[in-house]
């Protein structure tokens, strides 16, 4: 198991933006460029969009990176 200060919560890729009842907060990881979805119909028109896949606080990867201090942009 992993500890817990190497989790997306902690991680500078991550956003929270969301609460689910059981896997209480979700958030996009922003470590990559977004993925494109599978194209849907909507009227005449197939679209495609870009999404960052979602996360739960709870989870990680290789890639993790820690918050660190605020940088100048
Ligand atoms: S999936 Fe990996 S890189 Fe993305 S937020 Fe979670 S720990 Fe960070």
Known sequence: ???EE???AA??????EWR???KGPLG???AHAPRTSQ???R?????????WPWTAATDWCGEF????AATAP
């Open 1 to 3: 198991m992993e500890a």
């Open 6 to 8: 190497t989790r997306c």
């Open 11 to 16: 991680c500078r890729w991550w956003g929270g």
């Open 20 to 22: 689910d009842d059981e």
């Open 28 to 30: 996009t990881c922003r």
């Open 39 to 41: 194209p849907k119909r």
């Open 43 to 51: 009227g005449r028109f197939d679209y495609a969009r870009g999404e």
């Open 65 to 68: 990176e820690g918050k660190g």
